[in-house]
């Protein structure tokens, strides 16, 4: 106490002068309304990129929480897309049965675990049985296919990853209606292989390659990548990379599909195969 009131008595000078400036400019501001206008534009600049920037950082903090809830709000979205035009039949076709029932479910997960460098990866997810999740569903977003689930908890699923060599799935040429498997090769982390394509296909180099639909996991149309290379040797192709849409390294939000008729298709066909 005794060093501040020796402070002030050192510098009282300087504080009187400053004292009496903030007096002077008080006084200017209030009976001036251009020079007051103008300071008041000036302090609302100030304090609006202050609280823009406070905003941004809430934002950026808060980013992880509007992530999910965007991922939970487009799951809804698509669910009630097949049921809201009958219209649109002919354009969902393949998610709408005959009567207009809803043929698939769109449920949220994020991804928790991430395998990417072996050559048989998988995914754990963070949903589980309680989320009515179970073996052979859908792990897709927005940029296509990411894997399969294959094994489930009551929290949690473990998914075989498109980068897993024993990965297998239906897939054709988005602009004809050629069908072949989709296969990785365990080599570059992107690249895929489409196998099985009939000679008479006319493939290019930058064709979009999709689901096929022939299972009861993927719905038909779910985009998978382009193709990037093309062997056709001895009359037949040899091999067909495609670098997929997905950067499955680098992934997070997804959503897991469910075929509401798949236990009725596979019981139909034990039955015929029986």
Do not use: C
Not at 44 to 51: A, E, L
Not at 56 to 62: C, G, K, N
Not at 133 to 148: F, K, R, Y
Not at 238 to 249: E, R, S, T, Y
């Amino acid at each position: 106490m005794q060093f501040i009131l020796y402070l002030i008595q050192k510098h009282r000078n300087f504080l009187l002068f400053f004292v009496l400036q903030l007096i002077a400019f008080f006084f200017t501001i209030q009976y001036h309304s251009y020079r007051k206008s103008k300071f008041i534009n000036s302090a609302n600049n100030i304090s609006g990129g202050i609280y823009n920037n406070v905003t941004s950082f809430r934002t950026y903090l808060y980013l992880k929480d509007e992530n999910t809830l965007l991922t939970k709000e487009n799951s809804l979205l698509k669910n009630q897309l097949f049921l809201k035009n009958k219209a649109i039949k002919s354009v969902f076709k393949d998610s709408i049965d005959a009567t207009f029932q809803q043929k698939f479910t769109y449920s949220p997960a994020k991804i928790i675990n991430n395998d990417f460098h072996k050559r048989n990866n998988y995914l754990t997810l963070s949903v589980g049985e309680k989320d009515s999740i179970q073996p052979d569903m859908a792990v897709v977003n927005s940029l296509g296919i990411i894997g399969i689930t294959s094994n489930t908890s009551t929290n949690y699923a473990t998914a075989i990853s498109v980068l897993n060599t024993n990965f297998r799935v239906n897939a054709r040429l988005k602009n004809n209606e050629y069908f072949g498997t989709l296969t990785w090769n365990g080599k570059e982390q992107n690249i895929v292989q489409l196998q099985d394509i009939p000679r008479q296909a006319k493939l290019s180099v930058g064709d979009t390659i999709v689901t096929g639909g022939r299972s009861a996991i993927f719905p038909e149309g779910i985009l998978i990548g382009n193709v990037t290379n093309i062997k056709f040797e001895h009359n037949q192709y040899q091999q067909i990379d495609i670098h997929l849409f997905n950067d499955v390294k680098n992934v997070s939000n997804v959503y897991i599909i469910k075929n509401l008729h798949k236990t009725e298709i596979k019981q139909l066909e034990k039955q015929t195969y029986d």
